[in-house]
């Protein structure tokens, strides 16, 4: 298992299909448990909590890391429509 400490600065490579969400966040660790932490967004100031089984999938330590898997997976995004047959 890695080491996650408190203050470490992290990249999570958000994604999330469902909603067209692609995006590297910039995340500080505020508080380890044992199975989870808790990373800070640099900029939204948004927390979020984050299993231990993320890491290396898609929390890393560098930006690029982050950034590659989320060209990856924009490869298969869903594209969304607008139906306005019912208006």
């Keep these: ?11 999570w490579a958000r994604i999330h299909h469902n909603t067209g969400i692609y995006e590297v966040c910039e995340l500080t660790v505020r508080t380890v448990y ?11 100031k ?23 898997v989320v060209k990856e997976a924009e490869k298969y995004k869903k594209e969304f429509t607008i139906d306005k047959s019912e208006e």
Excluded: H, W
Excluded at 36 to 44: I, L, Q, Y
Excluded at 48 to 64: A, H, L
């Design 46 to 68: 948004q927390a979020y909590i984050i299993n231990y089984d993320e890491c290396d999938k898609t929390i890393f330590d560098t930006r690029g890391d982050a950034l590659e």
């Design 34 to 44: 044992p199975d989870t932490f808790v990373g800070v967004d640099k900029d939204s």
């Design 1 to 11: 298992m890695r080491t996650i400490t408190i203050g470490q600065r992290i990249f």
